[in-house]
């Protein structure tokens, strides 16, 4: 079977990980995102979550050796055999560069999930996540049933320690000058399907479905929308 890695791009709050989550369910793929990843590292007080809480917090981007190390340990397991989906890695040019080369040759197939900045701190204050199960909510968008409750396991919601007014203008400058030229650095190779990341959750899963089928990656996975 061909692997497939999926990357999906997009500005904090854009969605990447609401749609991560039902598209590796849909190709049976893992779902890996490296602020998940650095989330349970500081939950499980690591020295790696230690020496990456002051980034985060401050809405900064952890310094890559550390992102590199933890992620290439994450996609080295078994799991990642035939593939993986990523969400929230690359992040810089030497990301994608360190990713090219453990490629091999490997095109990744690149969704951007396009929302614009004026969008994106309603979309941030308003988020409430689960701590059991990682699932996201809205207070508006896409607001548990019962309030501070998960609907998937009945966890209890909280509210990330960067999702502020405040920290989310530094995360937004971070993805301009760091992140963003990442859309012209895939566009040169295997190319980058837009997906207008407005619309209701369900428009946008369906439009990374199509744009997954049209690249030829999904029905080595059947897609299953
Ligand atoms: P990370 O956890 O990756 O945060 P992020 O990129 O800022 O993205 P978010 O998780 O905030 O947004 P999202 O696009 O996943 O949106 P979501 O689906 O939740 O990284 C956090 C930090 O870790 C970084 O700042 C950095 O310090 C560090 N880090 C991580 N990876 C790194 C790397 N590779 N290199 C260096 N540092 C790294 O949706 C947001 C909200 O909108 C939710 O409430 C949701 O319900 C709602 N929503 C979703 N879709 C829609 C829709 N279509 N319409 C209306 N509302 C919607
Ligand atoms: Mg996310
Ligand atoms: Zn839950």
């Known amino acids: 079977m061909s692997k497939t ?6 500005a904090p709050g854009a969605g990447k990980g609401t749609q991560a989550a039902r598209l590796a369910q849909a190709l049976g793929l893992p779902h890996i995102s490296t602020g998940d990843l650095f989330r349970a590292n500081l939950a499980g007080g690591t020295s790696l979550g230690d020496r990456a809480r002051s980034f985060m917090d401050q809405g900064e981007l952890v310094p890559d050796e550390l992102v590199l190390e933890m992620l290439f340990d994450r996609v080295a397991q078994e799991d ?9 890695f690359p992040r810089t040019i030497a990301q994608a560069e360190a990713l090219e080369a453990r490629l091999e040759g490997l ?10 900045d004026s969008d994106i701190e309603q979309r941030i204050v308003g988020r409430r996540m689960c701590k059991e199960c990682g699932a996201i909510f809205h ?21 990330r320690k960067d999702d502020t007014a405040e920290v989310v203008r530094t995360r937004l400058e971070e993805y301009h000058q760091k992140t963003a030229p990442l859309i012209a650095f895939y566009s ?35 897609v299953n929308s």
């Open 188 to 222: 040169e190779r295997g190319g980058v399907s837009a997906v207008d990341g407005r619309q209701q959750p369900d428009l946008v899963f369906e439009a990374c479905v199509a744009s997954i089928q049209g690249s030829g990656h999904g029905s080595s996975h059947g």
């Open 5 to 10: 890695v999926l990357i999906l791009l997009g």
């Open 80 to 88: 990642c055999q035939s593939g993986y989906l990523l969400d929230g």
């Open 107 to 116: 095109v990744p197939m690149v969704i951007d999930i396009q929302v614009p």
């Open 139 to 159: 207070l508006t968008f896409n607001a548990p049933a019962q309030e501070g409750v998960c609907n998937a396991c009945s966890g209890a919601l909280y509210q």
